[in-house]
């Protein structure tokens, strides 16, 4: 069935859309390729299709021109058979893979977000499953729902992130200050990479992460 609206839409078939603005095409083809993902079919079966067929299904894909929905963050989510529930507060592990994803391109790895957002009921984080099924399950779930989470993750854990780097920046200047020479460059470096990530949170998500 063709998909013809945001909410019927999954993350893993919008990193397939993606991927397809990227290719160096043309207009025609990319809305071909586009229109193939979205009917759920090849785009060499598109191809064969009459063109008043294939005409037909471009013509839907132009609610990808249109805002997603907001829709209401919910505390679980049933996806894949699984009823995922959304974290409250932050494991050290959840912290430390969040900050693997700092980089230019995020918005790509909204899926491996979404897997370290949502847990399983009744489970800890990553207990009797691993990060790569939990990414391949939520890819299922609706672009404006982990749109929604994204948004409430962001807000709920952004400042506490950004407290935390700001300390260790702190911490680690004091410590250049009073460590033997030998040790200085090292631990400068580690300060550098810090402020990174600080630049790259504050320019993925401003005045969340400013330093005001």
């Not at 999954?10 to 290719?23: D, F, G, H, P, T």
């Not at 809305?31 to 759920?40: D, E, S, T, W, Y």
């Not at 067929?53 to 907001?70: D, N, R, W």
Request: charged share 25%; aromatic share 8%; hydrophobic share 40%.
């Amino acid at each position: 069935m063709m998909i013809t609206n945001w909410n019927d839409l999954s993350i893993s078939k919008l990193m397939e859309i993606n991927a397809i603005n990227e290719l160096h095409c043309g207009d025609e083809e990319k809305n071909c390729r586009v229109a193939a993902v979205l009917a759920g079919i090849t785009y060499d079966e598109l191809l064969e299709m009459p063109l008043s067929k294939a005409s037909e299904l471009i013509s839907q894909i132009g609610f990808l021109l249109e805002e997603p929905p907001v829709v209401k963050v919910r505390n679980t989510y049933e996806i894949g058979g699984i009823k995922w529930r959304l974290t409250k507060e932050l494991t050290t592990a959840q912290y430390i893979d969040f900050q693997g994803l700092y980089g230019a391109h995020m918005e790509r790895y909204i899926r491996e977000m979404m897997a370290i957002i949502l847990v399983p009921e009744g489970k800890k984080y990553l207990e009797g499953y691993t990060s790569e099924e939990a990414v391949e399950i939520l890819g299922e779930m609706s672009v404006p729902e982990s749109l929604g989470i994204s948004s409430f993750f962001t807000r709920r854990f952004g400042k506490s992130i950004r407290r935390t780097l700001n300390l260790s920046e702190v911490a680690i200047r004091a410590a250049r200050m009073i460590a033997p020479k030998k040790d200085k460059e090292q631990i400068r470096a580690m300060e550098i990479a810090l402020r990174t990530a600080l630049d790259e949170l504050r320019s993925l998500y401003g005045s969340l992460f400013s330093t005001r």
